[in-house]
Each structure stands twice: as C-alpha cells, then as structure tokens.
C-alpha cells in the first residue's frame, strides 16, 4: 500500500494521509473546505465550501497521479439536506458527462472543523500509478 500525503498543502488536523493506493484503488480522505494554504477550514456559503471542497480532492487526485474521471464511487456529507441541490449542482460539474461515479448522501449533525459538507472518494487506477512518486505520511 502506499500512503499519499501532500507537500506543504492541505495540512492534516488529526492522523491521517490525504490518500491510500491499495492495489487498483486509491482511497481518498474526506476533504472539507479547509484552505489549502493556511489549513483553516473556510465557512461561509454552502456553493463556496462544495467548491473548495471539490477544488481540495481534485488537489489530492493529481498528487495521486488520478482525476476524477477515475472515481467510482463518491460519499457526501452535509449538515442540512436543504443544501443538496446547490451541492449536487456544484459537485455535478466537475465530472465529465456521463461519467458521474455510484454515490452516496449522508445528512449529519455535525462535521469535523465545523464545515457543512465533506466527500470522500474512491478511484479506481488500474495501471495510471507507474511512476507516480507518493509521499510517505510522517
């Protein structure tokens, strides 16, 4: 197994790597709308945490050598259902069409760092790892 954890991006606040490649699969850490930079988890509207968010996996996808065309299967976690259609919307587009992984939606009562939404995703790589340098967890 290897254990991706990106240089100086998107700093971890408890133990964990941003990404795990076992065999074909990569597994990919829930990503909340934490700056990458500063590693504050940013509030505020919820189409601009589901950005971020989507914008902090596509970070962690190409350190792994992936994007998200690879992803087959995808978890959302949101504090208000009522936000589902603005993140659907959001998280739609990152997605080539026709290319929507399976998914799952989980409303929450809370999320860690406060934010509202949170996902996770799993990819499937085969053989696109060959000569990607991972960068071992400290």
Do not use: W
């Not at 962690?60 to 992803?71: A, E, H, K, W």
């Amino acid at each position: 197994m290897d254990y991706i954890t990106l240089p100086n991006q998107l700093t971890p606040v408890s133990p964990y790597c941003h990404a795990v490649r076992a065999g074909d699969f990569l597994f990919v850490t829930g990503q909340l709308a934490q700056d990458p930079e500063t590693g504050e988890v940013v509030r505020g509207p919820i189409a601009d945490q589901t950005r971020r968010v989507m914008d902090n996996l596509k970070l962690v996808l190409q350190q792994s050598g992936s994007s998200f065309d690879r992803i087959v299967m995808a978890r959302v976690f949101i504090t208000d259902l009522r936000f589902l259609p603005t993140v659907n919307e959001i998280y739609a587009s990152y997605f080539s069409a026709g290319r929507v992984p399976a998914r799952t939606a989980i409303g929450v009562t809370g999320l860690a760092g406060l934010g509202d939404v949170e996902i996770d995703l799993i990819a499937y790589c085969g053989e696109e790892f060959a000569g990607v340098q991972t960068v071992a967890q400290p």
